[in-house]
């Protein structure tokens, strides 16, 4: 079973791109690259979720053109 992770924060790689690619996504004392982030869903390591309102959201990965985001 994954390791449930919140994210608390994100980092884009340039803010003034169209899709604003995210770079890291990261919450209490972790952070993790974007390309890791997707690997680990995949592989049942980590579950993200973000927390807003006292509702949570999993984080999910998508695809776009062929290329996961």
């Known amino acids: 079973m994954a390791t449930k992770l919140q994210v608390k924060c994100i980092n884009k790689t340039d803010r003034y791109d ?40 999993k984080v999910i990965v998508a695809q776009r053109l062929g290329h996961n985001i």
């Open 18 to 57: 169209a899709h604003e690619r995210i770079k890291n996504i990261g919450g209490d004392n972790w952070k993790h690259a974007e390309d890791d982030a997707i690997s680990y869903i995949e592989n049942n390591v980590y579950s993200y979720y973000v927390n807003r309102g006292g509702f949570e959201a």
